[in-house]
C-alpha cells in the first residue's frame, strides 16, 4: 500500500449516511480550531476502538461494545492463561511474562477500527477504503492479512502439494463460517477459541451426514464420537517449532522460530468437552518451548509440561476426498499418521503424554 494509500480520506466520507456528520475530533480527539498543525494534532488518538477494542464505537454501538470487550480479538486471553500455566509461582517472574506477551505475543490486538475502517496495525495498518466503513471486512485486508502463516496459505492452497480448502473452491470466505456474531463476543472470556459457543461447526451446515439416505451414513455414524471431521477431511498443515521473543538493539520486538513442516498428525484428544467429544483429533505442534521467554526472564516455564505443546487443531484445508479416507485402512493400522512417542522430541514427551497415541491404541486394520 503506498503512503498516501494508507491515510487518504475519500470526499464521499462525509456524505457517508452513519459517518459522514461526525467530525473527526468526536472519535480522534484533537483541537480541529488550533491554527496549526503541531496544535491541532495534540492528543489525537490513531485508533479511538483500540483500547478495549470498543472505545468511541461504543457510544453508538453499545450493544456489540458490550460483548466485544470480552472478545478473544480484545483479550487474547489464551496466550496470558497458557503462559502463566506453564509457569511457576513467582509474582516477578509472571510480572516479566507479562512483559513480554505486551511487547510480542499481544501486538496482534485487534480493534473495531482494525477491521472495520484499517487494515490491522500489526500489518502495517492503512485505510481499507479511504476511511469508508465497511461492514463486511475485506477477508484478504483483514482476516488473512493476520491468519496469514497458517489458515491464508492452508484455504488458498499455498502450501507446496496441499490443495486449496473445498469451501474456497465455492468461493466461501471467511464470514460464511465466522459470523460477526462470534467475531464480537458474547460477553463470555473464553479460555480457547475452541470454547466459543456461537463458533461454526461442520455439522451446522452438513446435517444430512448422519441420515439415512446419505451414501455415507453408516461411516459417519461409527466415527462420530470417534474422530474429528478434519481426521477424515483434512490435509498437511504447517506446524511451528520453539518460537524465542526479544528485542533487537534498537528496543524493537521480534520473535523466530526455530523450524516449520508440513505433516498431517492424529492424536488424543486431550480435552474432551461437548464441542469437542472425539477420541482422535487432528493435532498440530505450537512454537513454544522452554526458552521461549529466555531474554525477558530465565527458566519462567518451570512448569512447561503442564499443556501439551501438540494441540488440537482445524485446519482450513478440507477436502471431501482425501488420501486417508480413500479406504478404510489407509488409515487404520497406518502408524505414521498416529502421533507417536518417536515423533515427539524427548523433553517435550511428558508435557504430550495425554495426546500421544501408544502403539496398543493404534486402530487396527479392518
Known amino acids: 500500500m503506498a503512503p498516501h494509500e494508507r491515510v487518504f480520506v475519500d470526499r464521499a466520507f462525509a456524505e457517508d449516511e452513519n459517518h459522514g456528520d461526525m467530525d473527526c475530533a468526536e472519535c480522534h480527539g484533537g483541537n480541529p480550531e488550533a491554527p496549526g498543525f503541531e496544535a491541532a494534532h495534540e492528543g489525537v488518538v490513531r485508533d479511538p476502538s483500540a483500547a478495549d477494542g470498543s472505545g468511541a464505537c461504543g457510544e453508538c454501538?453499545?450493544?456489540?461494545?458490550?460483548?466485544?470487550?470480552?472478545?478473544?480479538?480484545?483479550?487474547?486471553?489464551?496466550?496470558?492463561?497458557?503462559?502463566?500455566?506453564?509457569?511457576?509461582e513467582d509474582v516477578q517472574v509472571h510480572a516479566k511474562l507479562a512483559e513480554a506477551r505486551r511487547a510480542s505475543c499481544e501486538s496482534c490486538h485487534a480493534s473495531c477500527g482494525q477491521c472495520h475502517v484499517s487494515r490491522p496495525a500489526s500489518v502495517g495498518g492503512g485505510l481499507l477504503q479511504r476511511h469508508l466503513f465497511q461492514k463486511k471486512p475485506p477477508m484478504r485486508q483483514t482476516c488473512t492479512a493476520c491468519h496469514g502463516s497458517r489458515i491464508e496459505k492452508e484455504y488458498f492452497g499455498q502450501n507446496e502439494g496441499v490443495k486449496a480448502d473445498v469451501h474456497r473452491f465455492k468461493r466461501m470466505e471467511c464470514q460464511a463460517c465466522h459470523t460477526g456474531a462470534e467475531m464480537h463476543g458474547t460477553g463470555v472470556a473464553y479460555a480457547s477459541r475452541y470454547e466459543v459457543e456461537n463458533a461454526p461447526t461442520c455439522l451446522g451446515c452438513h446435517k444430512e451426514i448422519f441420515a439415512?439416505?446419505?451414501?455415507?451414513?453408516?461411516?459417519?455414524?461409527?466415527?462420530?464420537?470417534?474422530?474429528?471431521?478434519?481426521?477424515?477431511?483434512?490435509?498437511?498443515?504447517?506446524?511451528?517449532?520453539?518460537?524465542?521473543?526479544?528485542?533487537?538493539p534498537a528496543g524493537l520486538p521480534f520473535f523466530k522460530t526455530r523450524s516449520t513442516w508440513l505433516d498431517f498428525k492424529i492424536g488424543r484428544n486431550p480435552a474432551p468437552s461437548a464441542r469437542h467429544p472425539e477420541k482422535y483429533v487432528v493435532v498440530r505442534h505450537v512454537p513454544v518451548d522452554r526458552e521461549t521467554f529466555a531474554f525477558y526472564v530465565?527458566?519462567?516455564?518451570?512448569?512447561?509440561?503442564?499443556?501439551?505443546?501438540?494441540?488440537?487443531?482445524?485446519?482450513?484445508?478440507?477436502?471431501?476426498?482425501?488420501?486417508?479416507?480413500?479406504?478404510?485402512?489407509?488409515?487404520?493400522?497406518?502408524?505414521?499418521?498416529?502421533?507417536?512417542?518417536?515423533?515427539?522430541?524427548?523433553?517435550?514427551?511428558?508435557?504430550?503424554?495425554?495426546?500421544?497415541?501408544?502403539?496398543?491404541?493404534?486402530?487396527?486394520?479392518?
Open 61 to 88: 454501538h453499545d450493544e456489540i461494545a458490550a460483548v466485544a470487550r470480552t472478545s478473544l480479538h480484545v483479550t487474547l486471553e489464551p496466550y496470558r492463561r497458557m503462559t502463566e500455566a506453564r509457569a511457576g
Open 212 to 248: 439415512a439416505a446419505s451414501p455415507m451414513a453408516e461411516t459417519h455414524q461409527q466415527h462420530r464420537t470417534v474422530a474429528s471431521c478434519e481426521v477424515c477431511h483434512a490435509q498437511s498443515y504447517k506446524n511451528c517449532a520453539s518460537c524465542h521473543v526479544g528485542k533487537d
Open 298 to 366: 530465565e527458566d519462567a516455564l518451570t512448569r512447561f509440561d503442564r499443556l501439551p505443546t501438540w494441540k488440537l487443531a482445524t485446519p482450513h484445508n478440507i477436502q471431501r476426498k482425501t488420501p486417508q479416507n480413500a479406504a478404510c485402512n489407509n488409515c487404520h493400522g497406518t502408524a505414521k499418521l498416529f502421533l507417536r512417542e518417536s515423533d515427539v522430541e524427548p523433553g517435550e514427551r511428558n508435557a504430550n503424554r495425554d495426546v500421544i497415541v501408544p502403539e496398543q491404541q493404534i486402530p487396527a486394520r479392518q
